[in-house]
């Protein structure tokens, strides 16, 4: 939505004047996550890198973002990025060898701490091999 702003000048004992004006636009923004994993089926207790890549459009303006990587519904990463802001392709990375044998559905969220936006990635599968 696109309109003008009007602002007034009030001061006691004065008559109101028109001060100025300005167009604005609302809404518009939209945050995309994508969260990647550096192997989908890596063998219990080995490394695998997950991240999660961020980008803006729009109107999308927060100074502190905060970020979340879940194994189903449980939270196995939060934290936070300064200053992203109409930012593309920022991205967090999380390095663990802690997944269990078995299949983990991870999905990720990066979320504006002030403004509302957010970004919630697609589930990627994890397959992780019994140690042997």
């Known amino acids: 939505m696109t309109g003008t702003l009007r602002a007034i000048a009030v001061a006691p004992g004065y008559a109101a004047s ?7 636009t609302i809404g518009g923004s939209q945050v ?3 969260l990647t994993a550096s192997n989908t089926n890596p063998t219990q207790g080995k490394s695998i ?3 999660a890549t961020e980008s803006m459009t729009g109107n999308a303006i927060a100074e502190i973002w905060e970020y979340s990587i879940y194994d189903g519904g449980t939270v196995i990463l939060q934290g936070a990025m300064p200053n992203m802001t109409n930012s593309s392709g920022t991205a967090f990375a999380y390095s663990t060898s802690s997944l269990s044998a078995g299949t983990h559905t991870l999905w990720a969220v990066c979320e504006a701490a002030i403004g509302g936006q957010m970004g919630i990635s697609s589930p990627i599968t994890v397959t992780v091999k019994a140690a042997k």
């Open 32 to 34: 995309t996550v994508t």
């Open 18 to 24: 028109p001060v100025s004006s300005a167009t604005y």
């Open 49 to 51: 890198t997950l991240t």
